[in-house]
T-cell receptor, first 114, second 111 residues
Framework: NAGVTQTPKFQVLKTGQSMTLQCAQD?????MSWYRQDPGMGLRLIHY???????DQGEVPNGYNVSRSTTEDFPLRLLSAAPSQTSVYFC?????????????FGPGTRLLVL | GIQVEQSPPDLILQEGANSTLRCNFS?????LQWFHQNPWGQLINLFY???GTKQNGRLSATTVATERYSLLYISSSQTTDSGVYFC?????????????FGTGTRLKVLA
C-alpha cells in the first residue's frame, strides 16, 4: 500500500514551458485534490475531484488544468509556466462525506519556474 | 469565505516543555484536521476532530465547534516535534466540501 505518490520530486521549468505533475493513490479514495504551498504560508486549494470524471476549481485555479479519468490518478497540468507558479505542490486524497475523511498527502513536488 | 487564524505564529520551546496551539475559524465547520509538517516538508495527519477531545500519546486535541476554535496540546515536547502545525477546517461551499488551511504555527524544540 503506497498511499499517495507524486512525481517528479523536483522540477525546473523555463517560463512558457508546459508540464504535468503526476499524482496517484491506491486507497480507492473518491476525493482527490491539489494544493500549492508558498513560503511561510498554508496550503491553498488549486483543483479537486469528487470522483472519476468530475473535477472543479478551488481557490487558485488559474494557469492549471486537471482531469480524472480513473479513480487512482489525478494529474495537474501547467499549460504555460510562469515564475508565480514557483511553489511546492501537494496532492491529497480522502474518502468523501459519510466516512472519516482523514486526508492523506503525497510527499510534494518542488517546482521552480525561471 | 471562512477565515482561519492560528496562534502563536512561532514558538520556541525547551525539550520537555508543554504547549498549546490554537486555531480559530470564522464560520461553521463540520470537520477539522490537524497536520504536522516536518522539516523535510512531509505532511502528517495528527487528528481528525470535528468536535470533542482526542488523545494520541503526548498529543491531544480539542475542538469546540459551537465556539469556533480548536486546540492542539503538546506535552513533554521532543526535538522531533519541530516543524509547522496546520489546522484545516472543512467547510461546505459551492456544492462540495473543502478544507481551508490556516497559515500554521512554526514550532522549534531545543535540546
Amino acid at each position: 500500500n503506497a498511499g499517495v505518490t507524486q512525481t517528479p520530486k523536483f522540477q525546473v521549468l523555463k517560463t512558457g514551458q508546459s508540464m504535468t505533475l503526476q499524482c496517484a493513490q491506491d486507497m480507492n479514495h473518491e476525493y482527490m485534490s491539489w494544493y500549492r504551498q508558498d513560503p511561510g504560508m498554508g496550503l491553498r486549494l488549486i483543483h479537486y475531484s469528487v470522483g472519476a470524471g468530475i473535477t472543479d476549481q478551488g481557490e487558485v485555479p488559474n494557469g492549471y488544468n486537471v482531469s480524472r479519468s480513473t479513480t487512482e490518478d489525478f494529474p495537474l497540468r501547467l499549460l504555460s509556466a510562469a515564475p508565480s507558479q514557483t511553489s511546492v505542490y501537494f496532492c491529497a486524497s480522502s474518502w468523501t462525506s459519510g466516512r472519516a475523511e482523514t486526508q492523506y498527502f503525497g510527499p510534494g513536488t518542488r517546482l521552480l519556474v525561471l | 469565505g471562512i477565515q482561519v487564524e492560528q496562534s502563536p505564529p512561532d514558538l520556541i520551546l525547551q525539550e520537555g516543555a508543554n504547549s498549546t496551539l490554537r486555531c480559530n475559524f470564522s464560520d461553521s465547520v463540520n470537520n477539522l484536521q490537524w497536520f504536522h509538517q516536518n522539516p523535510w516538508g512531509q505532511l502528517i495527519n495528527l487528528f481528525y476532530i470535528p468536535s470533542g477531545t482526542k488523545q494520541n500519546g503526548r498529543l491531544s486535541a480539542t475542538t469546540v465547534a459551537t465556539e469556533r476554535y480548536s486546540l492542539l496540546y503538546i506535552s513533554s515536547s521532543q526535538t522531533t516535534d519541530s516543524g509547522v502545525y496546520f489546522c484545516a477546517p472543512r467547510v461546505f461551499t459551492s456544492g462540495t466540501y473543502k478544507y481551508i488551511f490556516g497559515t500554521g504555527t512554526r514550532l522549534k524544540v531545543l535540546a
